[in-house]
């Protein structure tokens, strides 16, 4: 009789607590070892698409979504002087009919929190700062900074753009700044909706930077993500400072809807950060030792899927693991691979070529970009503005039918 698989994560974000959801599913103990001294999210929004709704809504958190999330009407692209309509993309009744599940804004803090929920005591190891990684035949011992060491089946780097993990299978290698830098701010709404802020997801395109809006918390928060061209950041961190005066500097000249709604922020709560991210790799396993998320494939924000992408590694994992059992942990790992690196792979380098598009510094090429956006719009009313169909349509949940697959591949 196979004995049950242990698994070690090293992180407890997003990623980290969605593996260890779904390996609680199936049976698999799974422990966590996270940095921080507790469970936590940084206080920002995030979009969760229909191929992550689908995974969550696997995972049960159906009913935590309708509690804690808020259902766009549209996506809206707009241009950053006038705010006219450059495309509108329906989601909240389309969603479901054309990808099988909904599109929430949710805030990022619940939605750890409802992925966290049902971890048990004892299973989360907080203050555990990993510094190594050694293979040891059959399994991985993950250790940290006081000594202790953790032996697994198999150890999961879910530990971030400066992923431990990452450093230890495959060598130092410094995350490439993207010549960008992003403000993030929430702002209290007194009375939904405001009325210099549309219940969508708003995309305002500019020259050299960008502007994303939407509502969070069932619509008494709106959350704000402002990316503008810096060739000089050098500080990445979710945690930096900045002000309210820094971000209006950052947009003069803008429409005046974005101007009121940057002098509503909370002064004391204004962050900002450099954008980083690598190129894709080509494996992300070694021995027993694999990653998921940003340590995997860190990108930037343009397709809303750095969370998304995490939390469908984690079921795709742990779907894997459950699959092939631990006598075909080798074949597990290499099926897990198979099935999210392409798709990654290509979300992280569209990522960045939105990062070119929502940029166009010319009144000329922004000319025809929106021409292009018109015509695709009345070719299908319901083709995603930033054309992301593609990322919508995908569904983690059908992974196993995949499986076979790998093993009549070539390693």
Not at 17 to 36: C, D, H, K, N, S
Not at 108 to 118: E, I, K, Q, V, W
Not at 302 to 328: C, K, N, T
Not at 384 to 393: F, L, P, T
Request: hydrophobic share 40%; proline share 5%; with cysteine.
């Amino acid at each position: 009789m196979d004995r049950a698989l242990r698994v070690g994560i090293i992180g407890a974000g997003i990623g980290g607590v969605t593996l260890a959801r779904a390996l609680e599913q199936r049976g698999i103990e799974a422990r966590i070892f996270e940095r921080a001294p507790m469970f936590g999210e940084v206080g920002a929004g995030v979009q969760m698409t229909p191929n992550a709704v689908k995974v969550l809504s696997e995972l049960g958190l159906d009913d935590h979504l309708r509690k804690i999330g808020f259902l766009p009407d549209a996506m809206v692209g707009r241009n950053w002087k006038t705010a006219r309509e450059l495309f509108r993309t329906p989601l909240k009744e389309s969603c479901p009919a054309l990808y099988g599940a909904s599109f929430y804004h949710v805030h990022r803090a619940d939605l750890h929190a409802a992925l966290a929920s049902d971890i048990k005591p004892g299973q989360a190891t907080f203050g555990a700062h990993c510094v190594g990684l050694q293979q040891m035949g059959n399994t991985a011992v993950a250790k940290f900074a006081d000594g202790s060491e953790f032996e697994a089946d198999v150890i999961v780097g879910a530990d971030g753009v400066r992923s431990v993990i990452r450093e230890q299978l495959w060598g130092e290698e410094a995350a490439n700044y993207t010549g960008h830098m992003c403000w993030r701010a929430l702002v209290n709404v007194d009375k939904h909706p405001l009325p210099f802020v549309s219940p969508d997801s708003s995309f305002w395109m500019g020259p050299k930077g960008h502007v994303v809006t939407y509502y969070v918390k069932g619509g008494s928060m709106v959350n704000i993500v402002a990316v503008n061209e810096n060739p000089s950041w050098v500080e990445e961190s979710w945690n930096a400072k900045s002000t309210q005066q820094e971000l209006l500097a950052g947009f003069e000249g803008w429409h005046p809807n974005l101007i009121e709604l940057f002098k509503r922020t909370d002064p004391d709560a204004i962050f900002k950060w450099g954008l980083f991210d690598r190129d894709p790799m080509n494996t992300w396993s070694k021995g027993n030792a694999t990653l998921l998320g940003d340590a995997a494939h860190p990108m930037l924000p343009f397709l809303s899927q750095g969370a998304a992408m995490a939390i469908e590694d984690g079921y795709v994992l742990a779907q894997s693991l459950a699959y092939h059992g631990p006598r075909q942990l080798q074949q597990a790992l290499r099926a897990y691979e198979l099935e999210r690196l392409p798709r990654t792979s290509r979300v992280q380098l569209e990522a960045r070529e939105r990062g070119r598009t929502y940029h166009l510094p010319s009144a000329w090429s922004q000319l025809k970009r929106d021409m292009a956006y018109r015509w695709r719009q009345l070719l299908n009313p319901n083709a995603v503005g930033i054309q992301a169909n593609w990322v919508y349509e995908y569904d983690a949940r059908d992974c196993e039918t995949r499986f076979p697959l790998a093993q009549k591949i070539p390693a």
